[in-house]
């Protein structure tokens, strides 16, 4: 017998390399009854996490969701009179509000860090307003975009670091959205963008979900929803399956799920 274990193939799927040594991923949500998302953007919690809140408020789980700037450095924004780009602001405010109630979300908080500089902000800034959220909510658990920020945005990347950080301290898990390195590298391939996918080793939640809500809640971003994003051919190849990781894993002896 050999002293490697290896893992037995499920649902027809197989190790993709020779150093997966871990089991495979779970198909289940962590048990988490109260669950903070702590976003950079208004359109983040519905274009990212849309599916993967849904499943959570499906199971039971009571949703919070901390967002840290108002969106008001939108591309969007360069085609906008100046007055239009005045009320953005209050726009993506308004579409989140929507789109919070569409995927069931309890309370969405706005914080007016400034979009796009998340990570120039002093240091503890971002973190003071996690804390505040997970003071009030005392979540059982955090979702974040990985911390690589996903879709090579760097306010992404500075949410999800400063949550962290947060949850470090105070003994939170944390789990990660993720993309597959084979769609990161496609959708980089076709769109010229920047991606940061993760090898199916580094994967720990493979989640079977239902877009329906993710997409009514996308519609309420109407400011940013637009034909041909991006954002379309990644629902397309991720079809229903979303991806975590561990970011802060539960303690030990605590079963994820
Ligand atoms: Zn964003």
Redesign the pocket.
């Given at each position: 017998m050999s002293a490697t274990r290896n893992p037995v193939p499920q649902d027809g799927q197989v190790p993709q390399d020779g150093q997966r040594d871990q089991s495979h991923p779970s198909d289940r949500l962590p048990a988490w009854q109260r669950v903070l998302v702590v976003?950079?953007?208004p359109?983040?919690e519905s274009?990212?996490l849309g599916a993967v809140i849904d499943a959570f408020v499906t199971a039971g789980a009571q949703v919070e969701v901390l967002c840290l700037t108002m969106g008001e450095a939108s591309t969007l924004a360069e085609g906008l009179s100046p007055q239009s780009v005045g009320e953005l602001p209050a726009m993506r405010a308004q579409e989140l509000a929507r789109a919070a109630d569409l995927l069931g979300v309890r309370r969405a908080t706005l914080v007016r860090h400034p979009d796009g500089a998340l990570g120039q902000q002093p240091a503890g800034a971002l973190e003071a307003d996690v804390e505040a959220a997970v003071d009030r909510v005392a979540p059982h658990g955090l979702v974040v975009f990985d911390t690589t920020g996903v879709?090579g945005?760097p306010?992404?990347a500075a949410a999800s670091l400063a949550a962290e950080a947060v949850a470090r301290r105070r003994g939170i898990p944390v789990v990660g959205w993720v993309l597959p390195d084979a769609v990161a590298a496609s959708l980089r391939q076709e769109y010229g963008i920047g991606m940061d996918g993760v090898d199916p080793a580094a994967v720990s939640v493979d989640l079977r979900v239902s877009r329906d809500r993710q997409l009514q809640a996308i519609a309420a971003h109407r400011s940013q929803a637009v034909p041909g994003s991006v954002l379309w051919r990644r629902l397309e190849l991720l079809g229903d399956h979303e991806y975590l990781r561990w970011i802060v894993e539960p303690p030990s002896g605590v079963a994820p799920n």
């Open positions: 976003v950079a953007h359109d983040d274009f990212g879709t945005h306010d992404h």
